[in-house]
């Protein structure tokens, strides 16, 4: 039911644009998010989005470098990565809430991606 592609080798600095296909059955009135897991490491929340776009929600350690957005007329979600650093490195997995709000909560999401990978080399 979710679809994230867009994930990528890419150097210190760049930038990358991770996209998320759903349904409209899926996530029509539900908040969608991000989350990562690096290897190792549990996973983690990245950003997330109310089911209408206009409150969103981020991890401190991405704040003021990636964005999340949604296009409901496409059943589209997509994250905004600039200025990449190694440790953003990490599979990245999009998911729909249970809710309509933009929770940073693993336990409030329903369905889950199968991930895209990013690798970010220094």
């Known amino acids: 039911q979710l679809q994230a592609s867009g994930g990528g080798l890419v150097q210190a600095g760049g930038s990358l644009r991770l996209s998320c296909t759903t349904s409209r059955r899926t996530s029509s009135n539900n908040g969608m998010g991000w989350f990562r897991q690096a290897p190792g490491k549990e996973r983690e929340f990245v950003a997330a989005s109310d089911w209408r776009g206009g409150n969103t929600n981020y991890a401190d350690s991405v704040k003021g470098r990636f964005t999340i957005s949604r296009d409901n007329a496409k059943n589209m979600l997509y994250l905004q990565m600039n200025s990449l650093k190694p440790e953003d490195t990490a599979l990245y997995y999009c998911?729909?809430?249970?809710?309509?709000?933009?929770?940073?909560?693993?336990?409030?999401?329903?369905?889950w991606g199968q991930g895209t990978q990013v690798t970010v080399s220094s």
């Open positions: 998911a729909v809430s249970r809710y309509s709000g933009s929770s940073s909560a693993p336990e409030a999401y329903q369905y």
